[in-house]
């Protein structure tokens, strides 16, 4: 929906997923089902627009939202029952599943891996991996999903730090990749830049090709649909031409992973 | 089709324009000359303006999903401006709001017969466009009137031929040899991410976003809540334009941005619309207050 | 509509037309008016001026009621005002109220506030802001060139060889006129920088000085005295328009290059080069806080003058004193008597003869003695001398220093009115709010720092029952049963422009489109002043010892706090917090701090520190930057979040009472918020 008029939804549900993440079930007010790896800008009154990529969707639009700035305090204020505004969905989502798919997700990167994961399975696909880095055990989100996962996928977990109930992988995401079943494989990989960073350089050792490492790029967007200007990377928005892109469409742009 | 218009009879065809629409021109206002609503012809200048008429088919700030439903035409604006809008068109005409206002706006376009002080719109497409709704050229006695749209036709409106097209070209050949086109050919493939003209702009600017705000191609906008989700013009060279949440930006330096500002109108936009995002209007040398020049930027490509 | 109209933030006085319909801006186009900013405007102009239509504006008289406000009517809040402040004049005698004017509102409004002050309520107790930045100025330049104003003309500008700036961050509080000295040092001109951070204008410094905060005296000294060595002085002019430069050579004899060295922290030759270069060319002095906000900050401005008329650098094209004015009409604030010891027209108000003519005018007796200062008035309040106050347009608990004590002070008030056109941090403890209207919506004058005076025109209909600060003033007056009869503001410039020496004559037809400088003859202004005579006859040489600032660092507060203003907001933010744009690009409150500085500290980028002075404490966000050296941090007032003027040096300059916001000794430790 390229508008720029919000649609007023109900929240159907909060859960608290960790002490700054929370999941909120919205009422599915737009017609159009998003793919996985898109996104939707909420608008939350007397606070502003944020875009955050849908963790799932079946009744309503499930999205897990961390606690950074102004808006996300609001929204983090609000209780089921609430109305916030939706546009979207937004973006070109992750490529269709091909073949074996390792998603390498950090912090609050993991729901629009969840989205990717959810959709797959529930089209038979299992020739997946999850290579999640969460900061501290009391910082990993969907515990319960996790587990349910990893009846069917390979999980790895790993923390940058422990505590005394952890006994997982203490270290950086990279730090696990030598837990990757499969080389030859589609990358995915959706977490803060810094991260992303590393894990290329760890993929290149490895010898995957350019062509099979996908990024979920972030920028400061605002309309959503590559109108507003503010995403621009080279000749590419985020919002539009991604968030998904191939490595080797954006390794040519200086500003690209700063 | 081509009219041509005698000169004196140019304030009663606007007087005759605002009896049916609400009529905006340039008007002078002391020593300044900006686009007003006119009462009546005589108000009417074809001077330039300092700012173009952008605000009406894209206010620089207004309510989502506000619009207003009046038909407006908007005679005197220059061809560099026009040419800009169409430009805007093509990337905001996706959205609804801005295309329901743009089609109750028609512009009536002046072509410049002597070349302004910063412009170098001939390195685009120059004073005379092919596309136009009405585009008047003054050649003396006359305005030449190229018309593509029969209601807006005046009652004044002489038939015009040959002699009046050769008139036109005249101008236009005297007005190229004063303003001789810039260089542009492959500058999308010339242009530098290094380019030393980036820093040395820096060293000067004061981030004003006049650039911005005066270009009549410049699209980007900032969305924020007031009781209502509005919009309004931003500034690629300010810094808060990329900076995300966790106080990260992509680019935390002024140089970086001024590249933004040169990279996407000379070069990002030219890969995907094949033009670039720039019509020679000259508008943001005269606005930036430390007469940050593209075209010396162009010439040092 | 559109109308050519002033932008309301700094004393450049951009013109700017506003394109309305009344309800909204339609669009903002800068004037082509070369004279000033020349098509140009800084993104204040493009981006801040929404604040006027903003939703949360004050549309209603408001009265206290338990912790919150009621709306009352006009008519019901003129009676409450009139009726408690009539009682605290009865029972507490004239002096027992005082009147805040404000810098921000235009010269009519200024001039009823403290006729309303004086002639009403027999009091000298009238102030406005400029007592905590340019009140230096008006003290150091009467005292040594008789007119307390920029002596020559933006415009003129272009006419120098030189420029030298101290104490001034011009790109950034001054854009148009920083914009205006770069665009003429990029065609040769010369620039000498003292300034101790690595502001942007250094870029194009020649020179660039980085004195230790508070020994700008001492600098200029050291100048005047490598000039007079060298012989390099203005002989000719020296003698036939000054007086008194024997006096002054015996102090400056007294700073050699070595001394001003040692005392300043910059190099000698540094110094030697600059007083050189200032001494050969045809030079402009701008200065600004730099140089006001010290105990020192008459001597300061005196010392400026000195060095200008040592070199004869004044009264022709081209050269002159530049203090840069902060508000949009702070200067005509000041023009128009909004001060304790000056009647409109800056005569004293214990001139017999200057008080005179008021008396005549106004038809009562005149107080002489002069009145509190606006930092001295809470300090009354405090001391229970003054029982009420009047705040128009001023936001003391964030610009002032000490402000918890200010709070305090409030409580001790019997009244307090404050009129403004939001509900700002000081409103909130008022108990009577009146509405007023913004430069948007009132028809009126400002006088830039050049001394120009322009017509503020509306662009906006009047929030809900809003009125202008003339209006609100004048019923005030009729209520305590005085014939004010102002049915316009034209008409009170027709009583300013009769008893006003400098704006003598004017009339808004003479101001029109252009503005018009004082002193005005008519409707002819005088671009460059003191061309024959200065105003006071001849110059007079006011030299001085350099003191120590009053707060200097010992161990236990090691670090100089320097307070100062950002690009993107404005004082106290009231009206640029408003602006989303404005309000993005610097949301919060920070602190710089010299990298060496920080790692020995083990204070990273983003981390929380803790500032504390001898006055309170404050948490604010680190920045590391090397614009700042080292032992020195600098932090923007313009945050609420983090009130820096909770900790500042309340101390001030004995003549001018200035306070010393810009050097305060402090230490620093992480805080965990």
């Known amino acids: 929906m390229r508008s720029m008029i919000p649609v007023k939804s109900r929240i159907i549900d909060i859960y608290k997923e960790t002490d700054d993440i929370k999941t909120f079930i919205v009422e599915k007010t737009i017609d159009e089902d998003p793919v996985p790896g898109q996104f939707y800008e909420i608008y939350v009154r007397d606070a502003g627009e944020i875009p955050i990529s849908i963790a799932s969707w079946n009744d309503g639009l499930i999205f897990s939202v961390k606690r950074v700035g102004a808006v996300t305090e609001k929204l983090h204020k609000l209780v089921k029952g609430d109305y916030i505004g939706l546009r979207g969905p937004y973006g070109n989502g992750f490529p269709e599943h091909r073949r074996f798919t390792v998603l390498i997700a950090g912090g609050i990167g993991l729901p629009p891996a969840r989205s990717y994961i959810e959709y797959w399975l529930s089209k038979g696909a299992k020739d997946m991996q999850l290579l999640y880095g969460a900061r501290t055990p009391s910082d990993i989100v969907y515990k319960k999903l996790l587990d349910y996962w990893s009846n069917y996928i390979d999980v790895q977990i790993t923390v940058d730090r422990g505590d005394s109930t952890w006994d997982g992988n203490v270290g950086v995401v990279t730090t696990i990749f030598n837990r990757i079943k499969n080389k030859d494989a589609d990358f995915l990989i959706i977490g803060p830049e810094i991260m992303m960073k590393f894990s290329i350089i760890e993929l290149k050792k490895m010898g995957v090709s350019d062509d099979n490492i996908y990024l979920s790029m972030e920028r400061r967007m605002k309309c959503g649909f590559g109108i507003c200007g503010h995403c621009n990377i080279g000749r590419y928005y985020v919002c539009k031409d991604g968030p998904v892109f191939r490595y080797s469409t954006i390794k040519d742009i200086p500003e690209a992973i700063h | 089709m081509i009219y041509k218009l005698k000169k004196e009879f140019l304030q009663e065809y606007i007087d005759d324009l605002i009896k049916n629409y609400e009529v905006w021109g340039p008007k002078k206002i002391g020593n300044d000359v900006i686009f007003s609503k006119l009462e009546k012809g005589s108000e009417f200048t074809d001077e330039r303006t300092i700012l173009g008429p952008k605000n009406f088919i894209y206010p620089p700030r207004e309510k989502i999903g506000e619009i207003d439903d009046k038909e407006v035409i908007v005679i005197g604006v220059k061809s560099c401006d026009l040419l800009g809008y169409r430009m805007l068109d093509d990337v905001l005409g996706i959205d609804p709001s801005y295309a329901e206002r743009r089609k109750r706006v028609h512009f009536l376009n002046f072509v410049c017969t002597e070349p302004c002080q910063y412009g170098f719109c001939t390195t685009f497409s120059g004073p005379r466009l092919m596309e136009y709704e009405m585009q008047f050229t003054d050649i003396g006695n006359y305005y030449v009137i190229e018309c593509n749209n029969k209601n807006l036709i005046g009652k004044r409106f002489e038939e015009g031929g040959e002699n009046e097209i050769k008139a036109l070209e005249i101008i236009m050949s005297d007005f190229y040899k004063k303003m001789p086109p810039l260089d542009v050919k492959d500058l999308d493939k010339k242009i530098s991410w290094n380019d030393p003209k980036y820093a040395e702009f820096a060293k000067r600017c004061i981030s004003c976003g006049a650039c911005n705000f005066a270009c009549p191609t410049c699209f980007c906008f900032d969305t924020y809540d007031d009781n209502g989700l509005y919009r309004e013009w931003d500034s690629c060279i300010l810094s808060g334009f990329t900076r995300m949440a966790g106080n990260i930006n992509p680019r935390p330096i002024l140089d970086l941005r001024l590249r933004q500002r040169f990279m996407h109108k000379l070069k990002f936009h030219y890969e995907n619309f094949s033009y670039y995002l720039c019509t020679g209007c000259g508008r943001c040398i005269e606005t930036c207050p430390v007469r940050i020049d593209i075209r010396d930027f162009i010439r040092g490509v | ?673």
């Open chain 3, 1 to 673: 509509m559109e109308v050519k109209t002033v932008c309301p933030y700094c004393g450049v006085g951009c013109n700017i037309i506003v394109v309305s319909d009344g309800n909204k801006i339609l669009n903002i186009i800068p004037s082509k008016y070369d004279a000033i900013n020349y098509g140009t405007i800084c993104i204040k102009g493009w981006k801040g001026l929404s604040f006027a239509e903003s939703n949360k504006r004050l549309k209603k008289p408001l009265l206290k009621k338990g912790d919150g406000f009621i709306e009352i009517t006009w008519e019901e809040a003129i009676k409450i005002a009139v009726k408690r402040l009539k009682e605290i004049f009865e029972k507490y005698g004239p002096d027992s109220i005082g009147f805040q004017s404000s810098a921000k509102c235009t010269n009519e409004d200024n001039y009823l506030m403290q006729k309303l002050a004086r002639q009403v309520f027999k009091t000298n107790n009238v102030d406005h802001c400029a007592r905590s930045c340019h009140a230096s100025t008006i003290e150091g330049l009467i005292s040594t060139i008789g007119s307390g104003a920029m002596t020559t003309s933006i415009r003129d500008i272009d006419n120098s060889e030189l420029y030298f700036i101290i104490g001034s961050n011009t790109t950034e509080q001054h854009p148009i006129i920083g914009a205006r000295i770069i665009n003429n040092v990029l065609i040769g001109k010369k620039l000498i920088l003292a300034d101790p951070r690595k502001i942007q204008i250094s870029n194009f410094a020649t020179i660039h000085m980085r004195q230790y905060p508070g020994t700008d005296l001492a600098l200029l000294n050291t100048m005047a005295n490598v000039i007079v060595e060298k012989g390099l002085y203005d002989k000719k002019f020296i003698e036939e328009r000054t007086e008194n430069f024997e006096e002054y050579l015996k102090v400056i004899d007294f700073y050699d290059v070595d001394r001003g060295s040692r005392i300043t922290g910059v190099e000698p030759e540094l110094i030697e080069k600059a007083a050189i270069m200032y001494a050969k060319s045809r030079s402009i002095i701008f200065y600004a806080m730099g140089i006001t906000q010290h105990t020192q900050g008459t001597e300061n401005v005196q010392a400026i003058a000195n060095l200008a008329m040592l070199t004869g650098n004044i009264g022709k094209k081209g050269t002159g004193i530049a203090p840069l004015r902060g508000h949009n009409n702070v200067q005509g604030a000041s023009d128009m008597g909004a001060l304790a010891d000056f009647l409109p027209g800056y005569k004293r108000v214990y001139d017999d003869e200057g008080r005179k003519i008021f008396e005549k005018a106004w038809n009562t007796q005149l107080p002489s003695k002069p009145g509190a200062a606006l930092n001295e008035m809470f300090d009354l309040a405090r001391k229970g001398k003054i029982k009420g106050l009047y705040i128009m347009g001023e936001n003391p608990v964030i610009s002032e220093p000490e402000s918890d004590l200010i709070i305090e002070s409030f409580k001790n008030l019997e009244f307090l009115i404050v009129q403004d056109i939001f509900l700002t941090e000081t409103a909130i403890y008022a108990d009577l709010v009146l509405p007023s209207l913004s430069f948007a919506e009132k028809l009126g004058t400002f006088t830039n720092t050049e001394r120009r005076i322009q017509m503020v025109r509306p662009f906006l209909s009047p929030p809900g029952e809003a009125k202008a600060d003339w209006e609100i003033i004048t019923m005030i007056a009729r209520e305590m049963g005085y014939d004010w009869r102002y049915s316009s503001p034209e008409d009170i410039m027709n009583e300013i422009s009769s008893l006003v020496p400098q704006y003598s004559g004017l009339t808004y037809s003479c101001i029109e489109y252009n503005g018009v400088q004082w002193p005005v003859n008519g409707c002819k202004g005088t671009e460059i002043m003191h061309t024959q005579n200065f105003t006071r006859g001849k110059g007079k040489f006011i030299p001085s010892y350099w003191k120590r600032p009053d707060e200097y660092t010992d161990k236990e507060y090691p670090f100089i706090l320097t307070t100062g203003r950002l690009y993107y907001q404005f004082h106290t933010g009231t009206l640029t917090r408003k602006s989303n744009i404005l309000e993005r690009e610097a949301p919060e409150p920070f602190a710089e701090i010299n990298p060496d500085d920080a790692k020995t500290m083990g204070i990273r980028d983003g981390d929380c520190i803790k500032i504390t002075s001898k006055y309170g404490s404050v948490n604010i966000r680190a920045r590391l930057t090397d614009m700042v050296p080292k032992g020195i941090l600098f932090a923007p007032f313009h945050y609420f979040e983090s009130p820096i003027n909770r900790i500042t040096n309340p101390k001030t300059d004995p003549v001018a009472k200035i306070p010393e916001l810009k050097v305060t000794a402090v230490r620093i430790e992480r805080c965990y918020p």
